[in-house]
């Protein structure tokens, strides 16, 4: 138990020659790392709505100026949806919250995914 007393390492009787066979040699490798997968925040369609909240929420929450915040809610009304920027994973996410709570807030149905880039 603790009344032991711990012996003391051994020492070897001679260091490693240097080029001898015992001898070990790490090599550097060069390390690939992939960009993070990046997502696209898509506004959905829907009848209900105003266009105008919709170049509101582009202009806030992804910092458009008006032209192209409109360009992007025509392009929502007449195809159905409209990426309005990409972002990584954790941005996307937030700023998919963001516009949800938003569009809750002011009553509209609003909806608004993030997908993968591919």
């Given at each position: 138990?603790?009344?032991?007393?711990?012996?003391?390492?051994?020492?070897?009787?001679?260091?490693?020659?240097t080029g001898s066979d015992?001898?070990?040699?790490?090599?550097?490798?060069?390390?690939?790392?992939?960009?993070?997968?990046?997502?696209?925040?898509?506004?959905?369609?829907?009848?209900?709505?105003?266009?105008?909240?919709?170049?509101?929420?582009?202009?806030?929450?992804?910092?458009?100026?008006?032209?192209?915040?409109?360009?992007?809610?025509?392009?929502?009304?007449?195809?159905?949806?409209?990426?309005?920027?990409?972002?990584?994973?954790?941005?996307?996410?937030?700023?998919?919250?963001?516009?949800?709570?938003?569009?809750?807030?002011?009553?509209?149905?609003?909806?608004?995914?993030?997908?993968?880039?591919?």
């Open positions: 138990m603790a009344s032991q007393i711990p012996k003391k390492p051994e020492t070897p009787a001679a260091p490693p020659a015992d001898s070990v040699v790490l090599e550097r490798r060069t390390q690939r790392v992939q960009p993070p997968q990046m997502y696209q925040v898509v506004l959905l369609n829907d009848d209900f709505t105003p266009m105008e909240f919709v170049v509101q929420v582009i202009q806030e929450y992804f910092s458009k100026d008006r032209e192209t915040a409109t360009q992007i809610m025509l392009k929502i009304h007449l195809e159905g949806k409209g990426v309005c920027g990409v972002y990584s994973r954790d941005v996307a996410s937030t700023k998919v919250d963001q516009v949800l709570q938003a569009a809750r807030s002011a009553g509209h149905p609003l909806q608004c995914v993030s997908e993968p880039v591919e």
